[in-house]
């Protein structure tokens, strides 16, 4: 909530007290159904002591933000975040669909509407809400296996088949120091025995002592051909106030040691060769490349400089615009990982068709794309950041198994 004006945090707080307002004039119309006098004044006064209450810890957390630890502002704003998703939301659309039945009522009798009519605006409340809160509660962290094979006629023989295992988008801040549920995530990694692992960024959330214990982890991923990591916009501390700029530079170093201490090979703007008999391919990773306000670190031509004459090619990019931007029109880049995105944290999935309000933003959100003969594939994320929770938008673990052309 740092980033936002108590201006802003204002207007959200009375966005909530407006809608609550409507919210509970509607909701009149079910109680009144209600015989105990009772029962009706307790869920009265549960309404707007929720109200209220919300409201009031929104303003102390932002006014108090700065006396607070960071370990508990972190679980403290993204529970605040979360209640205020799973509250405001259902009533929305709790109000929208009561008010249209109410002054479209062209099916019901008068009779009927009295009884009817609140049931369904009820139902088109309660539905979402319990929606969010399978969000918050199982997706968020019911991680998902996707399996890709995507065939390269000028991939190596030796590297036929090659097991690659995508993960991106960790924060793992986000996950309060619960070992045991990342646990489940790398024994999934780990069954799927990878040749290699890439992970392309936001380790953190933005402190390296969000890191702290979590080695006892990530040191049990495994691959025989190696481990390769680069940084993603929230890796750099760009989101916080530091006292001085030495500081931030050792949270920095702090999160690069890391990735070194748990076998990872980090690529800043470098690349790297591996070779199997005789036959090799180019590992590229480069720092966070991003349209504003994300900052631009990465350097694509230094990063590929060493590895020019290796045909094939993988480049590890945080920020899927990279692709449409640098690497397809100026590179011979075969296969691009990317993640950033989230897909949201929200979308709409039916079989292949898939949907989420993030695609407005960017053109490349989730999943597999391609131009030509080069791919791109952006990850949906292992962990989450902001909205506690997943809805339709499932942590993602990715195999990609690369196969020559036919």
């Known amino acids: 909530m740092r980033s936002y004006?108590?201006?802003?945090?204002l207007l959200l707080c009375l966005a909530i007290l407006v809608v609550?307002?409507?919210?509970?004039?509607?909701?009149?119309?079910i109680t009144k159904l209600i015989t105990s006098i009772v029962l009706k004044n307790a869920i009265h006064i549960t309404f707007w002591v929720f109200t209220i209450g919300l409201i009031i810890s929104i303003l102390m957390l932002k006014v108090r933000l700065d006396d607070i630890d960071p370990r508990r502002k972190q679980l403290l704003v993204s529970s605040l975040y979360g209640?205020?998703?799973?509250?405001f939301i259902p009533k929305i659309i709790f109000v929208i669909v009561i008010s249209v039945l109410f002054f479209t009522n062209f099916v019901f009798s008068d009779k009927e509407s009295l009884l009817v009519i609140p049931l369904i605006g009820l139902f088109s409340g309660f539905l979402p809400f319990f929606v969010i809160a399978y969000g918050i509660f199982?997706?968020?962290?019911?991680?998902?296996?996707?399996?890709?094979?995507?065939?390269f006629n000028h991939l190596p023989k030796a590297?036929?088949?090659?097991?690659?295992?995508?993960?991106?988008d960790l924060h793992l801040g986000s996950f309060n120091y619960r070992f045991h549920i990342l646990n489940r995530a790398v024994s999934k990694i780990n069954?799927?025995?990878?040749?290699?692992?890439?992970?392309?960024g936001d380790l953190v959330n933005n402190y390296a002592w969000e890191l702290r214990g979590w080695t006892r982890v990530f040191r049990k991923l495994s691959a025989t051909m190696g481990k390769y990591a680069v940084l993603g916009n929230h890796?750099?501390?760009?989101?916080?106030?530091?006292?001085?700029?030495?500081?931030?530079?050792?949270?920095?170093?702090g999160i690069k040691t890391f990735y070194k201490d748990n076998g990872f090979n980090l690529l800043l703007n470098q690349s790297d060769v591996i070779e199997k008999n005789t036959d090799k391919i180019a590992i590229i990773g480069v720092e966070n490349w991003g349209n504003p306000p994300f900052k631009q670190y990465g350097d694509l031509q230094k990063a590929i400089a060493n590895v020019e004459t290796i045909p094939f090619k993988i480049l590890l990019s945080h920020d899927p615009s990279h692709w449409s931007e640098e690497v397809i029109h100026d590179t011979n880049i075969a296969l691009t990982l990317s993640g950033h995105t989230h897909g949201m944290q929200a979308a709409f999935q039916l079989k292949n068709k898939q949907w989420s309000p993030i695609k407005y933003k960017y053109k490349h959100w989730a999943g597999l794309y391609n131009n030509k003969v080069q791919y791109l594939h952006v990850n949906r994320g292992l962990g989450w950041l902001g909205f506690p929770g997943r809805l339709g938008m499932r942590p993602e673990i990715t195999l990609i198994e690369i196969k020559t052309g036919d």
């Open 138 to 151: 199982k997706s968020i962290y019911n991680f998902k296996v996707y399996h890709i094979k995507i065939k």
């Open 159 to 168: 590297f036929n088949g090659l097991r690659i295992v995508h993960i991106s």
């Open 20 to 29: 609550d307002i409507f919210a509970f004039y509607w909701l009149q119309s």
């Open 5 to 9: 004006s108590l201006f802003t945090i």
């Open 235 to 253: 890796d750099y501390g760009d989101y916080s106030e530091w006292e001085t700029k030495k500081e931030k530079q050792e949270n920095f170093n």
């Open 83 to 87: 209640l205020t998703i799973s509250s």
């Open 191 to 200: 069954h799927l025995k990878p040749d290699v692992i890439f992970f392309t």
